[in-house]
């Protein structure tokens, strides 16, 4: 019997924020060969990297089966936290390397339960440089802030 190759999907990410805390929004863009779905959504008081987690949470949750993934992301924090600083955290019972508690730590969880469904590869791109995925997913993520501020209203 022949092992299926995983499809490799590329998702790129982004979030927003009206104030740091304040309403927020995140997308993505999930592309696979000439397939592509877009995902956006928001919550009425949360910070930027909240929204940047979410995105990719949610990108990686919307794929019904295991792929080779390439997250693209222009969130340090998000790209750093998971190539060099999850592992730590986890090691450490979720603390920083000075003993106090991780901040996000529910979505940090989420998002290293997420991961582990699948073949992920991380690349940080530049934001708000014209990078035309990077744009759509930040225009996706103000989406979402949007929506959740007209509901407010």
């Given at each position: 019997?022949?092992?299926?190759?995983?499809p490799?999907?590329d998702?790129?990410?982004?979030g927003?924020?009206k104030?740091?805390?304040?309403p927020?929004?995140?997308?993505?863009l999930?592309?696979f060969?000439?397939?592509?779905?877009?995902?956006?959504?928001?919550?009425?008081?949360?910070t930027?990297?909240?929204?940047?987690?979410?995105?990719?949470?949610?990108g990686?949750?919307a794929?019904?089966?295991?792929?080779?993934?390439r997250?693209?992301?222009?969130?340090?924090?998000?790209?750093k936290?998971i190539s060099e600083?999850?592992a730590?955290w986890?090691?450490?019972?979720?603390?920083?390397?000075?003993?106090?508690p991780?901040?996000?730590?529910?979505l940090?969880?989420?998002?290293d339960?997420a991961v582990?469904?699948?073949?992920v590869?991380?690349?940080?791109?530049k934001?708000?440089?014209?990078?035309?995925?990077?744009?759509?997913?930040?225009?996706l993520?103000?989406k979402g802030a949007?929506?959740?501020?007209a509901?407010k209203?």
């Open positions: 019997m022949s092992e299926r190759k995983a490799v999907v998702l790129y990410t982004d927003a924020c104030g740091n805390p304040g927020g929004g995140w997308g993505a999930l592309r060969g000439d397939h592509e779905k877009e995902l956006c959504g928001g919550e009425p008081e949360t930027n990297n909240r929204m940047e987690l979410t995105a990719v949470i949610e990686l949750r794929l019904k089966r295991a792929c080779k993934v997250v693209h992301t222009d969130s340090q924090y998000v790209q936290g600083w999850l730590n986890r090691r450490r019972g979720w603390k920083t390397s000075e003993g106090k991780v901040k996000n730590q529910d940090w969880q989420a998002l339960q582990a469904e699948h073949e590869e991380w690349f940080w791109v934001g708000h440089a014209g990078h035309p995925e990077n744009e759509r997913a930040d225009a993520a103000n949007s929506q959740v501020m509901a209203r």
